[in-house]
């Protein structure tokens, strides 16, 4: 079971990571900041009347619904998108190979890679949560 828990994550993964790289993730406007209704590229001077990437409103008069959308959007922008992946692939890989010692006796190394991969598989549990409502997602999988 934790296996496919593991696949099902990363699969999860594959398709985010796909969606920030086609929003632009790894190029200069990957970073995003909101100002008012627009979601403009973090690397653009707005002193040049750059357009911007996204907007939730009208650019004047917008309501703090749309201002707040867009400051939504903007925190979630690819570069971020793209280092939050990383740290979930860094710990998915931390699972499948737990540490060890070479000053500990071959037993107490089992012992640890049990308890940390337990600790490990718990967290996986957790960060699979946010994908509950996916098809593929199994309720065995809750924490």
Request: charged content about 25%.
């Amino acid at each position: 079971m934790p296996e496919a828990l593991v696949a099902f994550l990363r699969a999860r993964l594959t398709e985010r990571e796909t969606a920030a790289l086609a929003a632009g993730g790894g190029g200069d406007d990957s970073s995003w900041r909101a100002l008012g209704t627009g979601v403009y590229s973090a690397a653009a001077s707005l002193a040049d009347d750059v357009p911007p990437l996204a907007t939730t409103g009208p650019e004047v008069g917008g309501s703090d619904e749309d201002a707040a959308l867009a400051e939504h959007i903007a925190l979630h922008d690819p570069a971020h998108a793209l280092r939050e992946i990383e740290a979930v692939r860094q710990l998915l890989r931390r699972y499948e190979e737990p540490g060890s010692s070479d000053a500990l006796p071959d037993s107490a190394n089992r012992l640890s890679a049990a308890a940390e991969r337990g600790a490990l598989l718990l967290a996986v549990r957790h960060l699979a949560l946010p994908h509950s409502g996916h098809p593929d997602y199994l309720a065995v999988w809750r924490p």
